[in-house]
């Protein structure tokens, strides 16, 4: 078996929330066909599908009204809803886990372990601190450009007591991949539910830096928030995760209700933030770029798993 994959036996504590998923699995049939049976579909569509406002995907060549889109990431800046999403809404992302293995199962496709890695847009740190729990001996650079989350990502990694560096850097602004050359090549570049704060042109230049920045047979592996096919896929998006977020508020002590935590869902700061754009499209610049062996290795509504890696004859 491979050891990336016995993520709760590692002595890297700051893992220890790999043990199990938070919330509802929306794989599961069963835990979608329960609101519905409750709600009805009209009220299904009323709740989910009446008060939505998103670009839905077309195709491979998607680019029109989200290419020179100006991005308000500034908002993660802000403590209060870096700790908010921290605290209660990352515990409740469907497939959390799944996602986490996907991961260490495609850096385990390498012929080498992962030496050296950069978890770009870190947060605080989860991808990075999971390959550290499989791969002891590798090198972690974090990068960020929001305070709060950095800190968090610090406070975490003490426990792991591995050789890191964590830097506040802003990978939107163009040159930053320099002060990345002292560390790189990098084995892997991983990210977390951060690109889509880019406009598209931008997400195409910084996948095209980060293959820059790949040793050969390198890989590049992208936990994204995307674009939605349709309405349909975007209602079960969010209703999962407003569920999700009730229950992780229910087993925390919290008493809001699920109307209310809709309501603060819908009505987030950070949701003008997010430039999505779908994964097919975003499979297909990784091609162009000269990234192989891409894909989307996992995807349930809105979130997916998907990347490739730098030819080792490159």
Request: one cysteine or more; a positive charge; hydrophobic letters at 40%.
């Amino acid at each position: 078996m491979d050891p990336g994959l016995n993520i709760k036996h590692s002595d890297c504590r700051a893992a220890g929330s790999l043990q199990t998923t938070s919330g509802i699995d929306l794989a599961n049939a069963e835990s979608i066909s329960i609101p519905l049976l409750y709600l009805g579909l009209d009220r299904f569509s009323q709740l989910f599908l009446a008060p939505v406002s998103v670009n839905f995907a077309r195709n491979e060549d998607y680019s029109v009204g989200h290419a020179a889109m100006k991005t308000t990431d500034s908002v993660w800046k802000d403590d209060k809803l870096a700790r908010r999403y921290l605290e209660g809404v990352r515990g409740a992302i469907p497939q959390a886990r799944e996602q986490l293995v996907v991961m260490l199962q495609l850096l385990g496709t390498r012929r080498r372990p992962v030496r050296r890695f950069l978890d770009l847009g870190c947060g605080d740190g989860i991808l990075g601190r999971t390959i550290l729990s499989a791969y002891p001996k590798a090198r972690g650079i974090f990068v960020d450009f929001s305070p709060p989350m950095l800190a968090a990502c610090r406070q975490r990694l003490r426990r792991c007591r591995r050789p890191t560096t964590v830097l506040e850097l802003d990978y939107g602004e163009a040159g930053w991949q320099d002060a990345m050359r002292p560390y790189a090549p990098f084995d892997a570049v991983v990210s977390g539910f951060s690109m889509h704060h880019q406009s598209d042109v931008r997400k195409r230049q910084l996948y095209r830096e980060i293959f820059d920045l790949l040793a050969p047979g390198g890989w590049f592996i992208n936990l994204e928030h995307v674009a939605p096919a349709g309405p349909v896929t975007h209602a079960l998006f969010e209703q999962g995760m407003i569920e999700n977020i009730w229950r992780l508020h229910q087993r925390q002590g919290r008493s809001l209700s699920r109307a209310a935590v809709r309501r603060h869902f819908v009505r987030r700061k950070d949701r003008q933030a997010n430039i999505l754009a779908p994964v097919e499209a975003q499979c297909a610049w990784l091609r162009r770029i000269g990234f192989a062996d891409v894909d989307c290795y996992l995807k349930l509504h809105e979130l997916a798993v998907f990347g490739g890696r730098r030819s080792r004859t490159v």
